[in-house]
């Protein structure tokens, strides 16, 4: 007959041995994500948003709920021109994340990328209801109306981004655009 004390031992030894390979895989995957996570900042960071598209891919299929994942995802699809798919995972990872302002601002843009002006409308409103503060969101409604031609209202988003942004070349250049399109040119 075998010792118990002997099995107990080796039995004690295997879970060290399988505990300690777990975590030697917990320690791999978290360099992968960590390797994936800043090449794809790099990638968006540099323009390469199809490089940034395909990494960002892969750190939302590795783990569907991580909110940097979904944002990073949705936003360099739009940049790729591709509003469907970039609405299509944002409206996935909304499922996890229903009161994320800045998701919700980035399906909003993706939609008016995608030339759904009321959707977008709405949408950007949901993603300024909670997060007031983002001169982003108030920047692309402004956009929404003056593709709409409500350019009046166009512009107070704009300069409610201008308040949160002040000097932002981008939200100065589109609220002289907008005066433009309503005729004062001399404000514009």
Known sequence: MRDPLGRAAAALAGLIIVAGCQAKQE?????????LSAAAQQSQQSNDYVGAVNQFRTLYERDPKSLDAALGLVRNLRFVGRPE??????NEALAAHPDDAALLAEL?????????????IDTL???IARDPRSWQAHSALGIAYDRKEDHAAAQRAY???LGLSPGSA??????ALSLALSGDLDAA
Not at 85 to 90: I, N, T
Request: positive net charge; hydrophobic residues 50%.
């Open 159 to 161: 300069r409610t981004a």
């Open 85 to 90: 798919q970039s609405m299509a995972v944002a």
């Open 125 to 127: 409103n949901k993603a």
């Open 27 to 35: 320690d791999v995957a978290a360099q992968i994500h960590k390797s």
């Open 170 to 175: 981008a939200v100065i250049n589109n609220l």
């Open 108 to 120: 909003g843009k993706s939609q008016l990328a995608a030339n759904q002006l009321p959707a977008a």
